[in-house]
């Protein structure tokens, strides 16, 4: 999954959402809560059609969905969730965990510092994200400050059925190239995680429909 923030990226927005998703990315989740409802719902029809081509999905933040069906929900609410295709909620700590009904799924964050929001924290690292994924009653994207493979597979390995970056991709000068080699870095981990535990790709959070973004 990828997040956006025109304000940080290396180029156009639509442009860099596109090489991500020529790089693999199939999830985008649109921000840009300063523009004006139309200029976000402009975006929100750019950014569909570059991700139907790859039949990917483009989840809006905030309770309105754009004209489309899928939102992506600050933990602070609404509660309950608006009543859409897709619904995904920003939790950082086991209270936000249990405060969640009718999700489909949630990210953690942050597990590494991040140059996007610096001092926001603490970081959970890779241990503290493993202890909230075992108490999520949702599939978790690991979130925050995640730029490397290693950083990559070490939230597969604590249990993330996806990784979300935001600061890799938007300021990463080939977006595709560094789409190409995280999401390489999470096949790998997943395949090595399924072979070595392979009840594990049967149970938890994959049972409740959450493929990798």
Request: proline share 9%; with cysteine; glycine share 12%.
């Amino acid at each position: 999954m990828v997040l956006t923030d025109r304000l940080v990226a290396r180029g156009a927005l639509v442009d860099v959402v596109a090489g991500a998703v020529g790089g693999g990315v199939r999830w985008v989740v649109l921000r840009e809560k300063d523009l004006p409802r139309a200029e976000r719902l402009a975006l929100a029809v750019d950014l569909r059609a570059i991700l139907a081509e790859a039949g990917g999905t483009l989840v809006v933040a905030g309770p309105d969905p754009l004209d489309g069906d899928a939102v992506h929900l600050p933990a602070a609410g609404p509660y309950p969730p608006p009543a859409v295709g897709l619904v995904g909620r920003s939790c950082h700590d086991i209270a936000e965990l249990a405060r969640l009904t009718t999700e489909h799924y949630a990210t953690l964050s942050p597990v590494y510092e991040t140059r996007t929001k610096p001092g926001y924290g603490p970081p959970l690292r890779p241990d503290g994200l493993r202890e909230l994924i075992a108490a999520s009653p949702v599939p978790v994207l690991a979130l925050g400050g995640i730029e490397t493979p290693a950083q990559v597979t070490a939230c597969v390995e604590a249990g993330a059925t996806g990784v979300a970056v935001l600061g890799a991709i938007m300021r990463a000068d080939d977006p595709t190239e560094t789409a190409t080699t995280l999401g390489r870095a999470f096949q790998e981990a997943a395949t090595r995680l399924a072979r070595t535990h392979p009840a594990r790709s049967d149970e938890g959070p994959h049972e409740k429909g959450c493929g990798r973004p």
